[in-house]
């Protein structure tokens, strides 16, 4: 055999690559050890080995990462959800409003205290489920452009937050909405939600679909999917995981306030981004988006344990969301060129 044929064989075998997530784990792993190296030399101390510290940065990114599992689905399909962060906000006063406790005197609703914790649930979940329902419409059966249709609803649903109470704070939870958010509380029910949607995303239908219409919306359409239907699903159910976080946020603080949740739509678009999930559809999965939310909170812990000034911070997490996409951008051209 010639030394061409030789050379054409070994073009022509298929290379083998890591898994997407897998390199995001190692992109992780080579963070947080330039964070440990940079303790030492300016801090005198460890970054990781310190419990308390990776509990907090643990739980501050957990409530949008709950979110970030719905934003994932949303993006894989081929939209947007850019309503997320004014979800949190509204639903957190709703369900809030019917948790109240009666020994509170200026309850928003007075008849309608001391409820089990499974009814603000379960309104809250509804208030989301409706604006899901929305953008699903509006974007399934309109054809309005997911960013246009996400970013109507997200101004009209924070006017509706900021509407509701008149701009008031609501407090006074009772102690069964207020253990949602308690403790370790808010991890467990990232896990579970990420547990969940992995295996649907992977295993299901559901997931399938999902990633058919990402891939070629009129090619899911000719093999049988009713990708407007799946839409509207997708959308409501991305709807409902901002309201749970949105619940989970103010049971954890104790009071909601109309401001709650301003910008998490963008953290939980740039977890799902920088755990490799695709702007353009079709790719990506909720471990990365998981494994990416860690990246997102360590980033965040890091800068400030080294004490770096929050603008600093800003303007590099852009950065980073910008390299994700860059480099998202060049895989999908390779993959085009193989």
């Known amino acids: 055999m010639s030394s061409q044929d030789i050379s054409a064989s070994r073009a022509a075998r298929p290379q083998r690559r890591l898994p997407t997530e897998v390199n995001i784990l190692l992109v992780l792993i080579g963070i947080a050890l330039v964070f440990e190296i940079l303790g030492w030399i300016f801090q005198g101390q460890s970054f990781l080995f310190s ?3 990776l ?11 709950i979110i970030a599992v719905g934003v994932t689905q949303v993006i894989i399909s081929g939209g947007i959800d850019l309503s997320s962060g004014s979800v949190v906000g509204a639903v957190a006063m709703v369900a809030m409003s019917f948790a109240q406790v009666s020994t509170y005197a200026r309850a928003v609703y007075p008849g309608l ?3 089990p914790m499974i009814v603000p649930l379960l309104i809250g979940l509804g208030c989301g489920a409706v604006v899901g329902l929305i953008n699903g419409w509006l974007i399934a059966y309109t054809k309005i452009p997911p960013f246009i249709a996400t970013l109507g609803t ?3 649903v924070r006017g509706f937050a900021k509407w ?3 701009g008031q704070p609501v407090s006074f939870p009772t102690e069964g909405f207020a253990w949602i958010g308690s403790g370790m509380m808010p991890v467990v029910i990232f896990i579970l939600v990420a547990a969940i949607f992995h295996v649907a995303m992977k295993y299901t239908r559901y997931g399938k679909f999902t990633y058919a219409i990402g891939a070629n919306a009129q090619a899911a ?7 407007e239907r799946h839409l509207v699903k997708v959308y409501v159910i991305a709807a ?3 309201a749970l976080a949105g619940m989970v946020v103010a049971a954890r603080g104790q009071t909601a306030q109309a401001g709650m949740g301003l910008a998490y739509e963008l953290d939980a678009i740039a977890m799902a981004v920088i755990g490799g999930v695709s702007l353009n559809g079709g790719r990506g999965s909720i471990l990365g988006t998981a494994i990416g939310m860690v990246i997102f909170g360590v980033i965040i812990s890091g ?3 080294l004490r770096l000034d929050a603008y600093y911070q800003e303007m590099i997490k852009g950065a980073i969301v910008v390299a994700a996409v860059v480099a998202d951008v060049h895989r999908q051209r390779k993959r085009r060129k193989a």
Do not use: C, E, H, P
Request: proline fraction near 0%; avoid cysteine; aromatic fraction near 12%.
């Open 51 to 53: 419990w308390n510290r």
């Open 55 to 65: 509990k907090i940065m643990i739980l501050q990114v957990s409530v949008i990462g």
């Open 113 to 115: 205290t001391d409820l």
């Open 154 to 156: 997200m101004v009209t």
């Open 164 to 166: 509701y109470t008149k």
């Open 221 to 227: 359409r000719v093999s049988g999917i009713d990708v």
């Open 240 to 242: 409902m995981l901002a």
């Open 303 to 305: 800068f400030t344990f």
